[in-house]
């Protein structure tokens, strides 16, 4: 396991100065939700002679790729803010892994994903969902009380291994929604290192609840990495400079890099529906169709993975984005047809309607017979005549 890319400053930095600057970083803004628009589509010519030699390929078409990040958000509540809770079959899908998640860390993941919500606006929202799910009986409220009470601090949002369960039960959600809306249309999702466990669960090659536990013991593992690296002397100064060496590394300011562990990998089949995947934005996809491809995969984890770099975009001509629009990976996305950014259920079917049937390979043309014109008389020639 290494560690790169970081560097502990002085002893004296570490004063109550340095933390302020720190809580200051993480302070309150305004979300902001894209809105999607069919008329807003504006294609350039050469796009467009791009896009028309690609559908001249005829049935060698390819499918559209949808490239699915390490981390979906950046920060909190993105997911309610983008309106994901509002779209009903993404809601089951979600409110669903979120129980199964709870079973087994005993904290709550909408909790969690919601308690360090930077934008007010949604706080009305974020109360209005717990407060149902609290009635209807599907959250505790004792899981709620034992994430306040675990990650009740601000800096306690970049801990690494809530964020990996987090990511897991929105991300994959997220990829069950588009497959199982993609009826006629074929997708191929590209995932980008940890991005791995939700591509494993949502292709059924790893049951959630093992995914879950994988993700929490990798978590666990690199949180107490980057712990004894951060030289602070309480537990608010090692916590904050944990918080600072993730967001760097986020925010494409740093080279961290942390391996897996073998022994915390867990077992795994062959995936229904097979996958491409890349374990940094620099290393070529390879395409996992086997149990030992996935496997093979899932030891080159690392965190490095977070990095907001930009795969190569060759062989992929038509891509969507299912990432945050405030992740720093998003600004990649111009609302175009080699990049679309899958922001809000509204921008998701817009894509898979007009954007992903791009890709659909054409129909036969069907060859039919001049005879079979011939012995039919032409509506205009039909004389009526009365009686």
Known sequence: MQVHGYKPGKPEDRSGSFDQKLRRAWKSRAYTVPMAFRSGFRWRASALRQLRRWINRGVHAQPVTVVVPAIYNFLPAESVAMGWLNEIDALGMIRQRLMGATKIT???????HTLHNLDHYFDTTIAAVRDTWVKEGNL?????AETRRQFGKP??????????????????SLMDWLARRAEDVELRFHVLGTALLSALVSSGALPFGDAVKT???IGRRWDQTLCESAE????????????NQVRQLLEGQSTLALAVAREDLPSIDAPARPFWYSPNAKEAAVLIRTAREAMAALE??????WSPALPNAAGEPIRGWLVSPLHPMARACKWSVSNYLLATP??????????????RKPLAPVETKSDAFQNRFRLSRIKVTGP
């Open 346 to 359: 509204a921008a998701a079917t817009l894509f898979l309607n007009h954007i992903a049937t791009l890709g």
């Open 106 to 112: 005993g904290w709550d993941v909408f909790t969690f």
């Open 215 to 217: 993700a929490l013991r």
């Open 232 to 243: 602070g002397k309480t537990e608010d100064q090692i916590g904050w400079l944990r918080f």
């Open 300 to 305: 080159t984890l690392n965190i490095s993975s």
């Open 140 to 144: 505790s409220v004792a899981a709620v």
């Open 155 to 172: 800096y306690d949002y970049h801990q690494v291994g809530p964020r990996l369960v987090e990511n897991l039960v929105f991300q994959s």
